[in-house]
């Protein structure tokens, strides 16, 4: 049987009434999504070897990237900051005021991005950001800025850093297929457009929303020592010493310099996706996306993904003769017609008749259902959703054993995470499954803004250190100092 909460919802109903054939199909499912206690604790001594070896050498599945981030606020940093953050729908615009003592204020403006953007050019790409800065100076400033402004700059796509303010783009995520950007340095692309246009910003730090996750978390709660994404996409982002990082000792770092790593740990396993306990319904998943292969993990856990995990597994009963006999399945033979705020539905939903279930199937997918079968698909979104939150959780754990860290908050965001019933609860469980009760020690929170306050609080620590070295950064490449090193 699935692992059990120990506080587990209560329910209203049993499953006294359920057909055997029906049962049957309700214990295959079972078999198939649990990720017991053992299976857990495989797959996460698994990850921690996954760390370490994207630490070591570049072609890991988890690539561990530095982010050129060393440290974490002291919580006293104070000035005003502009964080600029590229999602896949809206480009938002912040100017966060920092206050010390954990405190900031924030003024932002959001601006939707056309979908014919994501498919453009460099050129037009970050002409249209350009644009977008500059309508923000001209509203919030009246046009008028008496210094250059200092902006971080969140760019969620995974990138190669060698500096803070560099980053070379590996591939294009979340739908965006901008040409002549794979594969080249965005800031040169992003400060070309700010220039023709006008713009009076210095970009100060390129970062990942979930290295900003990190920092604007602990900004306001010092304990805090990870950042996690569990929504549409997943990630993670934790503090590392250098001495644990070989691939960046070219560099001569001091040992116990410490350096944010982004995992980018949604491509886990993707060379060996044997590892992890993926169903036949993975296997289509993975095979049927734009790009087979790659992402392995995100495909089983994100958002994105456990709707469509969810229509398979019903898909595949109904042509077996199971359920929904006799009628037109037409909207469930779609791909991706059924997203996760369905199966959140189905969670929430009294167990005393599932009457919202049977609402929620006859209006989004033209099917009627009976109680019994309700039943079936009520259990199975609570399989996929349990799987997604112990396998996130594995992640966690995985990096706590590998930082050493045995008491902290992580501070998450997302919409699975803030939105999926009993995602936080189903997680804790798991940690107690691989630490025991010390797995209450790993607390797994709602993360402060990690996109806004994380990229202005990460250009003001940059800021800071290129103060404190005494070097502009011309001084610093005329004496043939790293930049990376001293920001």
């Known amino acids: 049987m699935a692992p059990q909460l120990r506080n587990p919802p209560r329910r209203k109903g049993s499953m006294a009434d359920v057909p ?85 204020d924030i003024l932002q403006s959001k601006y939707r991005m056309d979908p014919s953007v994501k498919t ?38 995974p990138c190669d850093q060698h500096a803070i303010d560099h980053g070379i783009l590996q591939r294009w995520t979340k739908g965006f297929d ?17 220039k023709e246009k006008g713009v009076p910003i210095k970009l100060t730090a390129l970062i990942n929303d979930t290295t900003g996750a990190l920092i604007a978390s602990n900004y306001a709660h010092p304990d805090t020592k990870m950042g996690v994404i569990f929504g549409t996409g997943c990630n993670a982002a934790y503090m590392e010493v250098a001495e644990n990082i070989p691939k960046v000792a070219k560099h001569n770092l001091p040992p116990d310099t410490p350096m944010a790593i982004n995992c980018e740990w949604g491509a886990a396993f993707s060379d060996r996706p044997d590892v992890l306990p993926r169903t036949k319904y993975d296997v289509i998943i993975d095979k049927e996306s734009p790009r087979p292969g790659q992402q392995a993990f995100e495909k089983m856990i994100a958002g994105l993904y456990l709707g469509e995990v969810f229509r398979l597994a019903l898909l595949d009963l109904h042509q077996q003769g199971h359920i929904f006999l006799g009628q037109s399945v037409a909207k469930l033979q779609t791909s991706y017609t059924i997203d996760t705020e369905i199966l959140s539905l189905i969670e929430l939903d009294p167990f005393e008749n599932l009457r919202e279930t049977i609402d929620v199937l006859e209006t989004k997918l033209g099917i009627q259902c009976n109680e019994q079968e309700a039943k079936l698909v009520r259990r199975l979104a609570e399989l996929i959703g349990t799987r997604s939150a112990r396998l996130s959780a594995c992640g966690v754990a995985a990096i706590a054993k590998k930082a050493g860290l045995t008491k902290c908050k ?14 936080k609860a189903r997680g804790a469980e798991a940690l107690r499954d691989i630490f025991g009760d010390a797995g209450d020690d790993i607390d797994i929170v709602h993360a402060e803004d990690g996109s806004g306050v994380g990229a202005a609080l990460i250009a003001a620590l940059t800021l800071e250190r290129v103060k404190a070295a005494g070097l502009s950064r011309e001084c610093m490449l ?9 920001s």
């Not at 698994?46 to 072609?59: A, D, H």
């Not at 790409?125 to 700059?153: M, N, P, R, S």
């Not at 002549?180 to 457009?193: H, T």
């Not at 995470?417 to 009993?422: G, V, W």
């Open 410 to 423: 992580v501070g998450a965001d997302g919409s699975v995470f803030n939105l999926y019933p009993h995602f």
């Open 178 to 194: 901008v040409k002549g950007v794979e594969g080249v340095d965005v800031v040169p692309l992003f400060e070309a457009a700010l």
């Open 120 to 157: 453009s050019t460099a050129e037009e790409l970050f002409g249209y950001i350009a644009d977008c800065l500059k309508q923000f100076v001209h509203d919030h400033h009246e046009g008028v800025v008496k210094e250059e402004l200092h902006l971080g700059f969140t760019f969620s796509y």
């Open 20 to 104: 055997k054939d029906l049962m049957d199909c309700i214990t295959d499912l079972e078999k198939l999504f649990t990720v017991d206690k053992q299976r857990i604790n495989e797959l996460c001594d698994e990850f921690v070897k996954e760390f370490e070896k994207g630490l070591t050498e570049e072609g890991s599945s988890i690539p561990q990237l530095p982010t050129w981030v060393l440290g974490f606020p002291n919580g006293e940093e104070k000035g005003t900051y502009l964080a600029l953050d590229m999602g896949g729908t809206n480009l938002r615009v912040c100017e966060i005021t920092l206050m010390g003592h954990g405190k900031f």
């Open 478 to 486: 005329r004496k043939g100092v790293s930049h990376a090193a001293v």
